[in-house]
T-cell receptor, first 112, second 114 residues
Framework: KNQVEQSPQSLIILEGKNCTLQ??????????LRWYKQDTGRGPVSLTI?????NTKSNGRYTATLDADTKQSSLHITASQLSDSASYIC???????????FGTGTSLTVIP | GAGVSQSPSNKVTEKGKDVELRCDPI?????LYWYRQRLGQGLEFLIY????????KSGLPSDRFSAERTGESVSTLTIQRTQQEDSAVYLC????????????FGEGSRLTVL
């Protein structure tokens, strides 16, 4: 069964600290994996895309990793800011890239 | 357009009424998706359109829900005889063109059924 699981479900950290969010998947055939950020009341926005051959990709303070063997991905946020407070959703696409499987998201709250 | 546009952004209706939600995808995107997101929960797939192929309706929760899409343009999600449990944000996303594999989301339509 194609599934995407994320952990933790929620996280509270102090401003300036780092954090890492996890995503495990059992989607096959794997096409790519994206991390989306969803601010409260807004639609999700793509942060990074990871294809099968990529291990690490950075986008500013966000760094995503992918281990295709263990089917795990992580999103590391460095020097967190209050504006990082959002839900982070792991989305794995399968087949030709138009089938999407969603994790339930990690709710991150950054406090001063 | 530059992004996926959804309307209305907010809709409050009485139980039993019908509602229509509209989505304008990014021009040139062949795929269009509707998702439902209840408060504090993840995205729930509803329906998927790909070009002129028959839509994948496997996510529609009941026969009160239906959706149409004209070619590769606008889509309308219709909920008949709304119930309180239909209250949620309905998100539309499109994909395709040069960026196959990435979903571009609208801001959603927040539906409240009283």
């Amino acid at each position: 069964k194609n599934q995407v699981e994320q952990s933790p479900q929620s996280l509270i950290i102090l401003e300036g600290k780092n954090c890492t969010l996890q995503c495990n998947y059992t989607v096959s055939p794997f096409s790519n994996l994206r991390w989306y950020k969803q601010d409260t009341g807004r639609g999700p926005v793509s942060l990074t895309i990871m294809t099968f051959s990529e291990n690490t990709k950075s986008n500013g303070r966000y760094t995503a990793t992918l281990d295709a063997d263990t089917k795990q991905s992580s999103l590391h946020i460095t020097a967190s800011q209050l504006s990082d407070s959002a839900s982070y959703i792991c989305v794995v696409s399968a087949g030709t890239g138009n089938q999407f499987y969603f994790g339930t998201g990690t709710s991150l709250t950054v406090i001063p | 357009g530059a992004g996926v546009s959804q309307s209305p952004s907010n809709k409050v209706t009485e139980k039993g009424k019908d509602v229509e939600l509209r989505c304008d995808p990014i021009s040139g995107h062949t795929a269009l998706y509707w998702y439902r997101q209840r408060l504090g929960q993840g995205l729930e797939f509803l329906i998927y359109f790909q070009g002129n192929s028959a839509p994948d309706k496997s996510g529609l929760p009941s026969d009160r829900f239906s959706a149409e899409r004209t070619g590769e343009s606008v889509s309308t999600l219709t909920i008949q005889r709304t119930q309180q449990e239909d209250s949620a944000v309905y998100l539309c996303a499109s994909s395709g063109g040069r960026y196959t594999g990435e979903l571009f989301f609208g801001e959603g339509s927040r539906l409240t059924v009283l």
